[in-house]
Structure formats: C-alpha cells, structure tokens
T-cell receptor, first 113, second 116 residues
Framework: DTEVTQTPKHLVMGMTNKKSLKCEQHMGHRAMYWYKQKAKKPPELMFVYSYEKLSINESVPSRFSPECPNSSLLNLHLHALQPEDSALYLC????????????FGSGTQLSVL | AQKVTQAQTEISVVEKEDVTLDCVYETRDTTYYLFWYKQPPSGELVFLIRRNSFDEQNEISGRYSWNFQKSTSSFNFTITASQVVDSAVYFCALSEEGGSQGNLIFGKGTKLSVKP
C-alpha cells in the first residue's frame, strides 16, 4: 500500500465552524506533513511531524491545530477560519524526516464562506 | 538564499512532440537535493525524481529524462514523445540537507498541456 489517504475530498465551512481534516498512511513512514496550496501556486509547508512529535510549525496561525494520534494518522483541526484560508490542503509522508521523497495524498479542497 | 525558478508558466504541445521544462535553482549549500513532482488535475503530487548535488549524471526513465548541470545551476526535465496523460503541473523543488531539514522549496510550477 503506497497510498496517502485524505478525507474529506471537499469541505465547505463557515467562519464559526469547527472541522477536521484527516490523513492516513500505512507505509510505516515516520514523518508526516501538512501543506497548503492556493490555486496556481506551489504547495507551502505548514507542519511536520517526525515520530509523532511536531518538528516544524511554519508560523501557522493558531486557528489551524495539527494532531498526530499515532504514526499512521495525521489530523488538522480547523476553527474560526477566514475566507483567505480557502485552499487545497495536502498531506504527505516520508520514510524519515529529511530529504526523502514525499508521498502525497490527493488533498482536501477547503472553501471557507 | 534558496530559490527555484521555473520560468515557463505554461507550455502547450501537440501529442508526440518532445518538450523540455526548465528549472534553475539558487543555493549556498554544497549538499542539496533536487526534485521533480507532477501534479495532475486529480490534485496529488507524484514524485518523479530526486538527485543529490554530487551526482551530475543525467537520468533517463522511459520517456522522461533529466539534465542536471551544476555549472548553470539547472535541472531540466524532458518528456519525449509527449502524451495527453502527461498534461499536469510540474514542480521543480530544492531541499538543503543542512538548513531547511527537509523543507522543500518549490518553484512556481509549469503547466503542461498536451493536445491530441
């Protein structure tokens, strides 16, 4: 199984809602990532977990809250988002944290109204 | 400072044409890694290749080939005999071993459209 699975594929939420994005991999990878991608732009790194510990937080606003319950799962909790947070949110994993190749999920397309 | 430049925003070719996607990078590190990823309309980025800074050998994988030249800080990607399924956005990316610890610096991407 060489897949990174993200749910939901699409999400529409209001600015007062609380929602969560989920990501799962069963490749035994120890590093997991959240990226944000605006239309026609490259992905931007948000968070990195290595061995279930947060290793990198790229100065992301606190309305985004990551969680890594175990080595296979990665969540991104969303609260009080702004319309400018609308984007494609991509999860990725790699064998280890470093310069490994990344395996990406197909993303969650988020719209904040 | 690290930087990746993909000067071609969009390229359109007809099936079976060869096409080269350009990538120029900037880094002060002597040890670094270069990547190409493909992003089809379905959204997920698909890893194509990783090269380290000490390996300047060109690589060929089927219809894909990569030309790494440190002298010009370029890592160009050529698709031979393009097919409609090659239509996607292609990102070149840089990662420095010492500094950014796995944080990929992406170029802005080149959108390739292959028409039948």
């Amino acid at each position: 199984d060489t897949e990174v699975t993200q749910t939901p594929k699409h999400l529409v939420m209001g600015m007062t809602n609380k929602k969560s994005l989920k990501c799962e991999q069963h490749m035994g990878h120890r590093a997991m990532y959240w990226y944000k991608q605006k239309a026609k732009k490259p992905p931007e790194l948000m968070f990195v977990y290595s061995y279930e510990k947060l290793s990198i937080n790229e100065s992301v606003p606190s309305r985004f809250s990551p969680e890594c319950p175990n080595s296979s799962l990665l969540n991104l909790h969303l609260h009080a988002l702004q319309p400018e947070d609308s984007a494609l949110y991509l999860c990725a994993s790699s064998q280890e944290f470093g310069v490994e190749k990344l395996f990406f999920g197909s993303g969650t397309q988020l719209s904040v109204l | 400072a690290q930087k990746v430049t993909q000067a071609q925003t969009e390229i359109s070719v007809v099936e079976k044409e060869d096409v080269t996607l350009d990538c120029v990078y900037e880094t002060r590190d002597t040890t670094y890694y270069l990547f190409w990823y493909k992003q089809p309309p379905s959204g997920e980025l698909v890893f194509l290749i990783r090269r380290n800074s000490f390996d300047e050998q060109n690589e060929i994988s089927g219809r894909y080939s990569w030309n790494f030249q440190k002298s010009t800080s370029s890592f160009n990607f050529t698709i031979t005999a393009s097919q409609v399924v090659d239509s996607a956005v292609y990102f070149c990316a840089l990662s420095e071993e010492g500094g950014s610890q796995g944080n990929l610096i992406f170029g802005k991407g080149t959108k390739l459209s292959v028409k039948p």
